[in-house]
């Protein structure tokens, strides 16, 4: 099912959903900081804040940063109580920077959230606890996917935060390697990835088969949806 549908694709400079969405026919557009990789005139370079009243009828925020969010990232934001110095912060880094960027990513995450627009996914992982207490009330659990539900040999919890959309199912399931072997381990290629300046980038890459489902199902619910609040 193709039609009008708008559809933004927040904190995305790849292009990887904003092209999905267009093959099928959508009124799709990538917003990001950074600017288009592919060089699209459907890219919105800035904050996505600034146009989430602009008349969308689907927003993915596809790559929020989510440092300070996740539960891996717990350790830092908390010694005794909640939101409080940890005994050892990482080198180089000050408490009032973590504050900071804890403080942006949760802002980010509730604009996108309480957005003027029918049908919401906010890609993050689960959440800690000092998150979760920030959050608006309903904000849901996350669906957990992986990379090979849909055709990606590999692993990589995928988590989305999602009001107005149907959980998203997968397509095209492969069988998982032997634990150790070398296979598995090549599917955990974005947990072992060396440091390196791009390190941060290339892990946050999106996977086009999961793309491609975006645009399927969640596209066809939110045209209906936009179609009966017409």
């Known amino acids: 099912m193709t039609g009008a549908l708008r559809v933004l694709v927040?904190?995305?400079?790849?292009?990887?959903?904003?092209?999905?969405?267009?093959a099928r026919g959508y009124d799709a557009w990538s917003?990001?900081?950074?600017?288009?990789?592919?060089?699209?005139?459907?890219?919105?370079?800035?904050d996505v804040r600034d146009h989430l009243d602009d008349g969308w009828d689907l927003l993915i925020?596809?790559?929020?940063?989510?440092?300070?969010?996740?539960?891996?990232?717990?350790?830092?934001?908390?010694?005794?109580?909640?939101?409080?110095?940890?005994?050892?912060?990482?080198?180089?880094?000050t408490w009032a920077s973590m504050k900071q960027e804890f403080s942006e990513g949760l802002d980010l995450f509730v604009a996108c959230w309480r957005a003027p627009i029918g049908s919401v996914a906010?890609?993050?992982?689960?959440?800690?606890?000092?998150?979760?207490?920030?959050?608006?009330?309903?904000?849901?659990?996350?669906?957990?996917v992986q990379p090979f539900w849909f055709g990606h040999p590999e692993y990589k919890a995928t988590g989305w935060y999602l009001r107005g959309l149907p959980p998203l199912a997968e397509t095209r399931r492969l069988p998982e390697p032997e634990t150790d072997s070398d296979e598995w381990k090549a599917w955990n290629r974005v947990w072992r990835m060396s440091p390196g300046e791009n390190r941060g980038q290339e892990r946050s890459r999106f996977f086009p088969g999961m793309a491609d489902a975006m645009a399927a199902q969640w596209g066809d619910h939110a045209a209906e949806r936009a179609?009966?609040?017409a």
């Not at 950074?34 to 800035?46: C, K, Q, T, V």
């Not at 891996?72 to 912060?89: I, Y």
């Not at 207490?133 to 309903?138: G, I, Q, S, V």
């Open 10 to 22: 927040g904190c995305e400079a790849s292009g990887i959903v904003r092209r999905a969405f267009l």
């Open 31 to 46: 917003c990001d900081l950074l600017p288009a990789e592919d060089g699209s005139n459907r890219h919105i370079r800035g």
């Open 61 to 93: 925020i596809a790559h929020p940063p989510c440092t300070r969010l996740c539960r891996s990232g717990r350790r830092w934001l908390s010694g005794a109580g909640d939101l409080t110095p940890p005994k050892q912060l990482p080198k180089g880094r």
């Open 122 to 144: 906010i890609e993050n992982p689960r959440m800690h606890d000092i998150a979760l207490r920030r959050l608006p009330a309903d904000v849901p659990a996350p669906q957990i």
């Open 227 to 229: 179609r009966a609040a």
